[in-house]
């Protein structure tokens, strides 16, 4: 009977031990807006969105220290639309995020599923002081290449300030390996207020009759931080097909007349931009970007942004913003938000965002 005591005792200590090294996290973002779209080609719009300032969702991670500097890790991520209760993408669960892998302290981390690319963590991360979202969300004009599926990413660790990340996308077909791939690939610096970095990817636009070649794109960027307002600068050079965002030109009057501009394949985009923070919880967002499209059809844009965003507490803000996009030779670029293209070209919003 001692015996059976002992043995009891050791077994829920070392369950106790490993439940301590584990940990399951939920966690999610609930973000609802109004939102005013003027410009397009059927007229005015006034609707309730869904993920304005930041995509609404729900999601699970976790780690399991594996011991010696190495732990697994995990993370399941779903996206739903807050105005309407449903999924934001029909027929998906885990749409947003759903990877598993290993990590190391001394080596990096290696993940598997699908995931964010290294260029549209450095868009939304570094080069748009809107991070993404809001109506001056610079993926209304840069190409945002935001997550694959398929994707095996490996991130090193920090030394001295750098890092850097390589991710390669299966195309999954038998036809040709090249046939969906995608490769992707940043390195950066980080130390005080001063935080760059530089990314690249490259979209195979391979079919199974015919070699097309790829779409590339660089993305260079930096923000620094004068504690009086913080400083955004990016520049990215787009080439070949599939490089640039298509055009909108649809959505607006004069495209029921002319012929639309087709998708730039030599482009190249410039953001400066800046936040100021406004007492103790208020923080201004201000942002210009300039698309210049390289080609004969010459279809440029340009984008002013203005936004707020008030932390009502470490969870809860409300904010308002505004964009307006000139559109020229035919060009259709529409000003959206975080989750949503949007149809128009100029676009006022308001709302709440509740992280929990």
Not at 11 to 31: K, P
Not at 253 to 263: D, K
Not at 289 to 300: E, G, L, M, S
Not at 304 to 313: E, I, K, N, P
């Amino acid at each position: 009977m001692k015996k059976t005591l002992i043995t009891l005792a050791v077994l829920a200590a070392a369950t106790g031990v490993a439940q301590a090294q584990s940990s399951v996290v939920i966690y999610g973002t609930v973000d609802a807006g109004f939102v005013s779209e003027r410009g397009g080609v059927k007229g005015n719009v006034n609707k309730l969105d869904s993920g304005v300032a930041s995509a609404s969702r729900l999601g699970f991670k976790g780690t399991e220290d594996l011991g010696s500097g190495l732990s697994a890790l995990f993370l399941l991520e779903s996206g739903f639309s807050v105005d309407n209760g449903q999924q934001d993408v029909a027929g998906t669960l885990f749409n947003r995020q759903a990877y598993v892998g290993l990590s190391s302290k001394t080596t990096g981390t290696l993940t598997l599923g699908r995931q964010y690319t290294p260029w549209y963590n450095t868009l939304s991360k570094v080069a748009d002081p809107f991070a993404a979202g809001y109506a001056g969300s610079a993926k209304n004009l840069f190409p945002s290449n935001t997550r694959t599926s398929n994707t095996v990413l490996y991130t090193s660790p920090n030394f001295n300030g750098f890092d850097g990340d390589v991710a390669y996308t299966f195309g999954e077909q038998a036809e040709s390996n090249k046939i969906g791939r995608k490769i992707g690939a940043s390195v950066g610096y980080s130390n005080g207020p001063l935080n760059a970095r530089l990314a690249y990817n490259n979209t195979s636009n391979d079919t199974a009759t015919t070699e097309a070649g790829s779409g590339r794109n660089w993305l260079a960027a930096a923000n620094y931080d004068f504690a009086v307002v913080k400083a955004y600068v990016a520049y990215g050079a787009n080439k070949g097909a599939n490089s640039a965002i298509h055009n909108n030109a649809d959505r607006f009057a004069y495209s029921l007349t002319q012929a639309s501009a087709a998708p730039s394949i030599d482009s190249n985009n410039i953001l400066v931009g800046a936040t100021v923070p406004v007492g103790p919880a208020g923080t201004v967002m201000a942002s210009f970007i300039r698309t210049n499209d390289k080609t004969a059809a010459n279809a440029d844009a340009d984008q002013w942004a203005l936004g707020y965003s008030y932390a009502l507490s470490k969870r809860t803000s409300t904010y308002a913003s505004y964009a307006k996009i000139k559109n020229k030779n035919n060009a259709g670029y529409t000003v959206g938000n975080n989750s949503y293209a949007g149809t128009g070209d100029k676009a006022f919003n308001v709302g709440v965002r509740h992280s929990f």
